[in-house]
DNA sequence: CAACTACTTGCGCGTTTGCGCAAGTAGTGA
DNA sequence: TCACTACTTGCGCAAACGCGCAAGTAGTTG
């Protein structure tokens, strides 16, 4: 059977647990929704979200730092979308997970 | 194209970052790598993982509540184990997503 | 240049988290 | 019942987090 690898070292573990923490927080749960249906700009994101520009730049700088969603500046204005489908897959299963 | 469901309600996506908080630390991580390999007992997944006991403990509760890990009693001691192969998956998925 | 929009960053504050330590509970065995 | 092992729970503290607010930066427009 398949038993792909799953150990890890501390450093490595560490930057995974940044992933987690990038999930943890409802809010930024919602951004990855939202953006699941196309880029949005911040303030596009803060309204949808339901929370003040800056605390939105916040939470995008988290989930930017984990790798999760990526920025693209025209004009300006900053729109964001999601860095990989891949996670979409991984909040769906941790959907199921919680279900 | 499949577009799988996403959207949720804020006390669904309160549940989800449950499920996000309890995969933010790195000794969770690590207790879920180990019982990847079977089920253990508290006082060897404290020794395995480097903490104290008590500690350990507390990690337990935080995914026994977020529901990826179950405990079963034997005597006077407590197997822990995962509570499902797609925690795994998920831990997989966002172990590719931060490498 | 000034004025405007869009976003980011720094600061302060209340809340939550992770931890060690001490105390409590549960089950085993003499 | 008493002692022992295994685990859980409560408490206090330092560190991290989420937030609002004010100030700063970047880019457009006149």
Redesign the pocket.
């Known amino acids: 059977m398949d038993r792909p690898d799953v150990g890890s070292s501390d450093a490595e573990r560490q930057r995974f647990a940044a992933v987690g ?1 990038a999930l ?2 409802p ?1 930024r749960l919602c951004v990855l929704e939202t953006l699941a249906a196309g880029e949005r ?3 596009e994101l803060s309204r949808e979200v339901g ?12 989930l930017r730092s984990a790798g999760l969603v990526a ?1 693209r ?1 025209d ?5 964001y979308r999601l860095a990989d489908q891949r996670v979409l897959e991984a909040y769906r299963l941790i959907q199921t997970l919680a279900r």
């Not at 929370?51 to 988290?62: A, G, R, T, Y």
């Not at 004009?75 to 729109?79: D, H, K, L, M, R």
């Open positions: 923490r943890a927080d809010k700009s911040v303030s929370c003040h520009v800056p605390n939105m730049s916040q939470h995008l700088s988290v920025a500046r004009g300006n204005t900053v729109f």
